[in-house]
């Protein structure tokens, strides 16, 4: 199973700061809210952008991708690409 790595330069605690204890598609770094409909469609955008995705190995970007799905089924939120 894929395992998110701890990114340099990014303080955790920030996505808490600015979120709350919220879920995260990326819990190890606080990344990617996934708690609200609008938040699942922003990770999902944001996830998306090549500055952001090429941060994260390829099987990394499938996880995250695979929990803003579940996330947005949940919230019956419609994804595209």
Excluded: Q
Excluded at 27 to 48: D, F, G, L, M
Excluded at 53 to 72: F, G, H, M, S, T
């Amino acid at each position: 199973m894929a395992k998110i790595h701890r990114r340099e330069g990014i303080n955790p605690e920030e996505g808490i700061h600015k979120y709350g204890d919220v879920t995260f598609a990326d819990p190890v770094n606080n990344k990617y809210p996934i708690n609200t409909a609008e938040h699942v469609r922003a990770a999902w955008s944001y996830i998306h952008h090549k500055n952001d995705a090429d941060k994260y190995e390829p099987d990394e970007v499938a996880l995250i991708e695979k929990r803003i799905e579940e996330a947005a089924k949940k919230f019956g939120v419609h994804l595209t690409e």
